[in-house]
T-cell receptor, first 110, second 114 residues
Framework: QKEVEQNSGPLSVPEGAIASLNCTYS??????FFWYRQYSGKSPELIMS????GDKEDGRFTAQLNKASQYVSLLIRDSQPSDSATYLC??????????FGSGTQLTVLP | KAGVTQTPRYLIKTRGQQVTLSCSPI?????VSWYQQTPGQGLQFLFE???????NKGNFPGRFSGRQFSNSRSEMNVSTLELGDSALYLC?????????????FGPGTRLLVL
């Protein structure tokens, strides 16, 4: 079992729709969870971070965390073509390092 | 505030050579982590430095090494390059490297080994 698993892509949604990205992790010692967005040929940039169970909203983005289920998700509302990128889930374990999932490639169709 | 900078941005080497990559963290950040990104393996953690000390190391061979200077700038070195070392090498900085802290990534160095 991989340490971090993300829903397989690629994922395509029409403009204005909700994109749902999912992630499960195996390290129960993970204390914080990060979602990064990576455009092709670029480096990852932080979208959201979440530390406590429940929802955290920031503009069009909502992160959801359920530590009991070892599950974290990212919802993108009113998806825009500029949201087309690879989204990386990265729990931060007790060793401080980020463990990345393989990423979900999202395409928002105009 | 300036972001994380990495030099060089692109590099072409041949098998057997060695390479040194440089990373300057965001001003005030003392923790620097290095990652390797390849299409097959994704983003993998190499090592993390804080106050000139390696605090954590990923599962990479000893050919991969690093160091950090007193001004928090960091270098990583890969000796005896192999074709499989072709990758995007990313460094990320954070204030103290704590598990709740955000890591900010530099633009990366793209290494091609021929």
């Amino acid at each position: 079992q991989k340490e971090v698993e993300q829903n397989s892509g690629p994922l395509s949604v029409p403009e204005g729709a909700i994109a749902s990205l999912n992630c499960t992790y195996s390290d129960r010692g993970s204390q914080s969870f990060f979602w990064y967005r990576q455009y092709s040929g670029k480096s990852p940039e932080l979208i959201m971070s979440i530390y406590s169970n429940g929802d955290k909203e920031d503009g069009r983005f909502t992160a959801q965390l359920n530590k009991a289920s070892q599950y974290v998700s990212l919802l993108i509302r009113d998806s825009q073509p500029s949201d087309s990128a690879t989204y990386l889930c990265a729990p931060s374990g007790s060793a401080r390092q980020l463990t990345f999932g393989s990423g979900t490639q999202l395409t928002v169709l105009p | 505030k300036a972001g994380v900078t990495q030099t060089p941005r692109y590099l072409i080497k041949t098998r057997g050579q060695q390479v040194t990559l440089s990373c300057s963290p965001i001003s005030g950040h003392r923790s620097v982590s290095w990652y390797q990104q390849t299409p097959g393996q994704g983003l993998q953690f190499l090592f993390e430095y804080f106050s000139e000390t390696q605090r954590n190391k990923g599962n990479f061979p000893g050919r991969f090494s690093g160091r950090q200077f007193s001004n928090s700038r960091s270098e990583m070195n890969v000796s005896t390059l192999e074709l499989g070392d072709s990758a995007l090498y990313l460094c990320a900085s954070s204030l103290g490297g704590g598990p709740l802290e955000t890591q900010y990534f530099g633009p990366g160095t793209r290494l091609l080994v021929l």
